[in-house]
């Protein structure tokens, strides 16, 4: 059997723009819940948040936004950031999503990339200083029209403009969004993705875990990921549910206290976030009896962890997504009643209307089942393209239309699909193919390794050989390569066996978390 699969379904795709749905929900359940922000206090309901998004869309029409212009936000977790999401969908206009965390050099290089005309960012949170930030880049951005800060009197002298005028005419496959995907090298992406793309994975993620206008979403998870404002945000909306923000960024005691005074019974995160909230010494002391599910996403769950989550946090039907960005972005996703393995072991099975296959990387032929290769696919969520990258869009997606993830994966019988690593992670051993995550998840168990990252570097004989970096659970008795190769011998073949180990004290990381493999190659690969 080959290792392809499509999501059959009974329920239709919706043809909706984004400002069309949010209107069905209006008319369904105008006085029920919509948004409440924990922190201020502040709460809409569907009527009221509706009113607000055509003030606040109305104000950019009266301020020369366009159909089609680009509007970058650049802000924490914030009722206002999802004012502007809808506000922006409604008009036509591109709201293009900017990281917290980048700094002057980042949004620079967005700003000019984009063509950003208005931006809309918070006045400061922890170190940054977003508009002493934005005066210190604004001679370079010659686009940039006007930058406007939430909680700010420029917040009020833009909507004091807010006049009634009718909507342009706007088409689902409009592009909506542009999020920035954080590249390993270079400079960032900007996946482009339209209504259709968006509204309809929100759609579906929640449709998957059962959501209803009951349901309350306590999203902890930023905006500017798709987490946050398409699996939070369109999935709450499209089903009349709520949106419930704990804090402008993580925090575990305010979100465990967001989900008791609110009620939530849905709760998101990726598994570092759960494992805070667990570790948390109140933890116990919490009622979290409203949880029935929740989406965990971002990297595989330990197995004690899921357990405890699904024991301890009420979350007996939390779902596991796989994705990305570039497929707007859910793909795979486990099943309510699926069981701790496949919760553990997979990342789920394909999602209604859309297909997946696994390839042969060189060859671009379909795998049978069980054997690895590249993860590619296809459907009404792969994005529209890059941002003015016309030979970036073209290394992604093929000829048909099949979106090439990068990741290598392993359909199972059942259809369902594991990660196993990144094609550019892939290690190749005197033509052994070598997957690092294989031998990271085994070297967690080593008593003297609190994180582990794997990696090739040359070697004359075999073309690559494996080094562990290793960060020491104790600085002053860290592991040496002939413990760590002890541990291993007779239960890792001997060619994954780590024949370089290098005792660090922390990881290079991208701005959005993610461990910068590339510069650990080449940092080792010179020696």
């Not at 699996?231 to 575990?252: K, Q, R």
């Not at 946090?313 to 486990?334: D, R």
């Not at 493999?517 to 940092?523: G, S, W």
Request: hydrophobic content about 40%.
């Amino acid at each position: 059997m080959s290792s392809y699969s499509h999501g059959v379904s009974g329920t239709a795709l919706l043809g909706d723009t984004i400002g069309a749905n949010l209107d069905r929900a209006v008319a369904r359940w105008p006085e029920r819940e919509a948004l409440v922000d924990v922190p201020s206090g502040r709460r809409w309901t569907y009527a009221r948040f509706a009113a607000e998004v055509e003030e606040l869309a109305y104000a950019l029409l009266a301020s020369g936004v366009a159909k089609g212009d680009r509007v970058g936000i650049w802000a924490v977790n914030c009722p206002e950031w999802v004012l502007v999401q809808y506000a922006t969908a409604r008009i036509g206009a591109i709201m293009v999503n900017i990281n917290p965390a980048y700094r002057t050099h980042e949004v620079e290089y967005v700003l000019n990339q984009a063509g950003i005309s208005l931006l809309f960012a918070s006045l400061s949170h922890k170190t940054s200083d977003y508009r002493a930030m934005i005066a210190e880049v604004r001679g370079k951005c010659p686009q940039l029209r006007e930058a406007v800060f939430i909680g700010d009197p420029s917040w009020d002298a833009l909507l004091a403009r807010a006049t009634p005028a009718p909507y342009p005419e706007l088409s689902c496959d409009d592009p909506i969004n542009i999020q920035y995907t954080s590249g390993t090298t270079g400079f960032p992406k900007g996946a482009t993705l339209s209504h259709h793309n968006i509204l309809n994975n929100g759609y579906f993620v929640g449709e998957l875990i059962a959501y209803s206008e009951q349901d309350r979403i306590c999203i902890p998870v930023p905006f500017y990921h798709c987490f946050g404002m398409v699996m939070g945000n369109l999935a709450a909306t499209s089903h009349g549910a709520c949106m419930v923000i704990p804090a402008p960024s993580f925090d575990p005691k305010a979100t465990l206290e967001a989900v008791q005074r609110e009620r939530c019974t849905s709760l998101y995160g990726v598994p570092t976030m759960f494992i805070a909230e667990l570790n948390d010494p109140d933890f116990a002391t919490y009622d979290l009896s409203s949880l029935r599910t929740g989406i965990m996403a971002g990297s595989p769950c330990p197995v004690e962890v899921m357990k405890r989550v699904v024991a301890e946090m009420h979350m007996a039907e939390v779902s596991i997504c796989y994705g990305m960005t570039e497929t707007s972005p859910v793909s795979l996703q486990t099943r309510r009643d699926d069981d701790l393995e496949h919760r553990t072991g997979t990342v789920g099975r394909v999602l209604p209307h859309i297909e997946v296959k696994v390839v042969d990387p060189a060859t671009g032929v379909t795998q049978p089942r069980g054997t690895a290769g590249e993860l590619c696919t296809r459907g009404y969520s792969v994005m529209l393209g890059y941002w003015n990258e016309p030979e970036k869009t073209a290394e992604s997606i093929d000829a048909g239309r099949w979106m090439h993830t990068g990741d290598l994966a392993v359909m199972r019988e059942d259809g369902y699909v594991e990660i196993v690593g990144r094609i550019k992670d892939m290690i190749i051993r005197g033509g052994e193919n070598i997957y690092p995550r294989e031998i990271e998840e085994f070297l967690y168990a080593h008593p003297k390794i609190a994180d582990v990252q794997v990696v090739g570097v040359p070697h004359e004989r075999y073309g690559e050989e494996v080094l562990a970096c290793v960060i020491p659970r104790d600085p002053a008795d860290p592991p040496t390569l002939e413990e760590v190769r002890a541990f291993c011998e007779g239960r890792l073949a001997h060619y994954k066996v780590p024949s370089r180990l290098q005792v660090l004290e922390s990881f290079p990381m991208t701005v959005s978390g993610k461990v910068r493999k590339v510069e650990l190659r080449e940092t080792y690969a010179a020696e």
